[in-house]
């Protein structure tokens, strides 16, 4: 079993940056896959970035150029540096971690909004 804690939302004027966190425990010995995925009220949750054990990282198109994914698998930990953010960044932002035996966990969420 893996816990996962989010930290590092908040607002922030349009231009500014964020750097969200994401802490693991537990069994973390098994974690393959890490990203971050978002989410607006009404709409499903979409993909941000992630980054696989080898450091392969993929981003959404919205946000190429503007935000890195990183991760420390000594610590458990994995980052996203949110540069030059908009307001259509706006949402809720959740880490997810998949083991190697394709175990799925979520962290709980952290608002981050963004003001024009």
């Known amino acids: 079993q893996v816990q996962l804690v989010e930290s590092g939302g908040g607002s922030v004027q349009a231009g500014g940056s964020l750097r969200l966190s994401c802490q693991a425990s537990?069994?973390?010995?098994?974690?393959?896959?890490m990203s971050w995925y978002r989410q607006v009220p009404g709409k499903q949750r979409d993909l941000v970035a992630l980054?696989?054990?080898?450091?392969?990282?993929r981003y959404a198109d919205s946000v190429k150029g503007r935000f890195t994914i990183t991760r420390d698998n000594a610590l458990n930990t994995m980052a996203l540096q949110m540069n030059s953010l908009k307001p259509e960044d706006t949402a809720i932002y959740y880490c997810?971690?998949?083991?190697?035996?394709?175990?799925?966990?979520w962290g709980q969420g952290t608002q981050v909004t963004v003001n024009s």
């Open positions: 997810r971690f998949v083991s190697r035996d394709l175990k799925t966990y």
């Open positions: 537990g069994s973390t010995f098994s974690i393959d896959v």
């Open positions: 980054i696989n054990g080898g450091g392969m990282t």
